[in-house]
C-alpha cells in the first residue's frame, strides 16, 4: 500500500507517539483535575507539559491559553463563538474548509453577525488591497487558513495579521494544514487564536485538536459541564483553559500529541517541509507530462499538497482506479466548496495527492505511472 493522503491524516505515526500513548494508558491514566491521588496528579502533569510544548513551538509565552479540543473544527467553532461581537461584521477568504465557512454561515443565518469572503488567490499587495475596501467599523473579525488544505499554497498571514492588528481587527487562524509544517510564530504574525488538529502534520493522533488564545481573552463558553472547579456552581467557572475544557481530558492522546510536537521539534519544521515540497514539485512535474493533465492552485507547491485533475478522464474513474492499486488519495470536494468554486474544478471536483515525511520518491514515480495508466485507458 501507498499512503498519499496525509492531508487527512498523516500515516504512519512516528514509534515515539504511540510509545507515550501506551506508556500513558499503562502508567499514569487517571482522571487529570478531578482527584488528589498520584493517577490524578501525574495526569494533570503530563497535561501541563502538553500546554508548555504547545505555546513555546508556536511562539506563545502563555501555556495556560492552550485548549485541547475535539479536533479543528471544534477548535474553529470554540474561536469564533467564543470571541465574536453580536451584530458584528466579519471577513473570511474565498478557499475556506468548512470548519470556518459553516460557523460563520450560521451565524449570518441566525442574524447573529454578518461576513463578506476576499480573493486570497492573488499578490499580497492586492489582498490587502481588497481588505482595505471591504472592511468597515463594525469589521470585528477575520479568519482564515494558513495553508490551503486542496493545493500546495501558502497565504500571507504575517501581512494579514499586521492589518489585523492595524485596524483593531481579531484574527484567527486555521493551521490545519500548516501546523508541523510551516514555522508558525502567533506574536510575529499578531494572532488572536491559532487553531490545530494534533493528527495532520504534527503526527499525532485523531480525536484530538486545540486552540491557542492569545492576549483578547474569550469571552463565552461552546459547551457547559464539570471541569473540576467551583463544582457547587451552576456557572462554568473558572479562568483560561479550563473554563472551555468541560469533561474528562483525552489524556493518551494529549500525551501523544506532547511527543509528536517534540519529535517534530527535533526533526525540524523545514527540514520536513522541504522534502514534502520537493516530493510534491516532482510530482507535479511528472503528472504535467500526461496528456489532458490540470494541475489546480500551484505548479510550484509550498506544502506537499498536489490537486489534479485530467481532462480526458473523470475523477471517480481515476480514484476507483488508484484505489484498486492500493494507493491512498481522496477524490472529490474535500469539504471545501469555496475553495473548489475558487480553483474552478470540474463537477465531480478533483484528486488529492498529499505527501508527507515519510513518503518517498518510490511513492510518487508509482501514483505518477498509475494515474497515467488510467488516463491511457
Known sequence: MIYLDNAATTFPKPDCVTAEMNKCIREYCGNPGRSGHVLSLRASEKIYECRQTLAAFFGSDKPENVVFTLNTTYALNLAIKSLYTPGAHMLISNMEHNSVYRPVWELQARGEATYDTFNVLQPTDRILAELRAKVTPKTKMLVMLHASN???KVFPIREIGSFCRKHGILFI???????????IDMKRCSIDALCAPAHKGLYGPQGLGFVIFGDTQPVRTVIEGGNGINSLSAAMDGELPERFE???MPTPAIAALDASVRFIRDVGVRKINAHETALAAELCRLLSRIPGSILRGTRLPETGIVLYENANVSVNRIAEGLNARDICTRGGF???PLGHAALRTGKEGAIRISMGYYNTIRDIDAVADAIGEICKK
Open 150 to 152: 486542496l493545493c500546495g
Open 173 to 183: 487562524v486555521d493551521a490545519a494544514q500548516s501546523a508541523g509544517i510551516i514555522e
Open 246 to 248: 468541560g469533561g474528562t
Open 334 to 336: 474535500h469539504c471545501c
